[in-house]
């Protein structure tokens, strides 16, 4: 499975972005997916999780109630979708998946697969 993300960019603090992560492999491959970001000088964050039934999904605590990940299977697409953005979410963001479709995790370690990741800037 390969994956890549898409989407980010350069906003305001206050903003939007809706990130994009669409996976190789067909829509037969089921798998987790999980969305990471390491800002610079930093180690790599877990920001929100979701398995292949979409439920339930769960956020890291700074980001909670302003993001929310979503997929599309027949797309074989996941989203993140972040509101209220806020300087220190500035961050490369990356997408990775586990290949049991269930895994619920923020451990990056245990992902599989991985991609490369897409630049979130937020200005003050």
């Known amino acids: 499975v390969q994956l890549q993300a898409s989407g980010g960019g350069l906003v305001q603090a206050g903003g939007s972005l809706r990130l994009a992560c669409a996976g190789s492999g067909g829509t037969a491959t089921r798998y987790a997916v999980g969305w990471f970001r390491q800002a610079p000088g930093k180690g790599r964050e877990f920001v929100a999780g979701i398995n292949w039934s979409m439920a339930p999904t769960y956020y890291e605590d700074s980001v909670e109630g302003r993001f929310t990940i979503s997929r599309d299977n027949a797309k074989n697409t996941v989203y993140l979708l972040m509101n209220a953005l806020k300087p220190e979410d500035t961050a490369m963001y990356y997408c990775?998946?586990?290949?049991?479709?269930?895994?619920?995790?923020?451990?990056?370690?245990?992902?599989?697969?991985w991609g490369p990741g897409t630049l979130v800037t937020v200005s003050s």
């Open positions: 990775a998946g586990n290949r049991d479709p269930y895994y619920r995790g923020s451990y990056y370690g245990e992902y599989d697969y």
